[in-house]
């Protein structure tokens, strides 16, 4: 459903992306896991066209996403950090971003399980740094989307939010969409995820199912078999 093709971004001397080759299907769960600064958040960046590749290309559906908007519609993103107009409330934000929008059909799932009805008066500013989480991720999901990119989705969630977010994930992948998700808490990608990318230095280190890990390590955690492949110095 995703390709990156021989990608390289620069910035300055830092090479972020040192060609980069990864596909992606639809109906899986992926998580890009990496250390800080290994250009995990460059690639979902050069996927939503946020930052534009110095060479290579993204494809969506067999088609080349460089220098065209249209796909976008296609991806819901949820990002590290969120930046909302401050004054606006809650109910406001979900109105406007259904203004801006085109959708077919609105997944209000999300939106019901996380209570937001109940906040909807209260404008962003005075929200807790988990609330935001909670709005970013409605609002990921909103649109019904055939790719979700979610970058940390459940830094900030408490245990119950965390919960209700990965059964939504789950959900989506086996409805047939693709998930791609960051995080350093690989504790919360365990039953989470289908498949790793493990970037270091802007280069992909390899790009595994699951499943496989587990054979190859004889580890079931995810944590664990990680720790493993760093043993090794990669598999
Ligand atoms: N706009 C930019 N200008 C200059 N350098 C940048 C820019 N964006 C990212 N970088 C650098 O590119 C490298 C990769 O950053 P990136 O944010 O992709 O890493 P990451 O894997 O997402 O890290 P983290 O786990 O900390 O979120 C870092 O060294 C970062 O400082």
Redesign the pocket.
């Known amino acids: 459903m995703i390709r990156f093709t021989n990608i390289y ?1 620069r ?2 001397r ?1 090479q ?2 040192d060609n980069i080759n990864l596909s992606f299907p639809a109906s899986k769960s992926v998580a890009l896991i ?12 050069s996927l939503l066209g946020m ?1 534009v590749p110095d060479k290579g290309d993204i494809t969506f559906k067999d088609s080349s996403i460089l220098g065209s908007c249209d796909y976008r519609a296609n991806i819901g993103y949820m990002p ?1 950090i969120s930046s909302y107009p401050e004054n606006m409330t809650i109910s406001q934000v979900m109105e406007m971003m259904k203004d801006i929008r085109q959708y077919n059909k609105l997944d209000e799932d999300l939106v019901k399980a996380f209570k937001l009805p109940q906040l909807a008066g209260k404008p962003m500013r005075t929200l807790s740094g988990g609330t935001r989480q909670k709005v970013s991720a409605c609002l990921a999901f909103l649109f019904n989307p055939e790719v979700l990119v979610l ?2 989705p459940t830094a900030g969630l408490d245990p119950v939010a965390s919960g209700i977010l990965q059964d939504k994930i789950l959900q989506e992948t086996k409805n047939g969409k693709l998930v791609l998700i ?1 995080s ?1 808490i690989l504790s919360e990608l365990d039953d989470l995820v289908d498949e790793v990318a493990y ?1 270091q230095d ?1 280069k992909v280190q390899f790009h595994k199912q699951v499943a496989a890990l587990q054979a190859e390590t004889g580890e079931q955690k995810l944590v664990r078999a990680m720790a493993r492949v760093m043993e090794n110095g990669g598999l």
């Open positions: 971004k910035f300055g830092l972020a992306l990496g250390p800080n600064g290994s250009g995990k958040t460059t690639l979902i960046k930052v590290q970058d940390e960051t350093h970037l802007g």
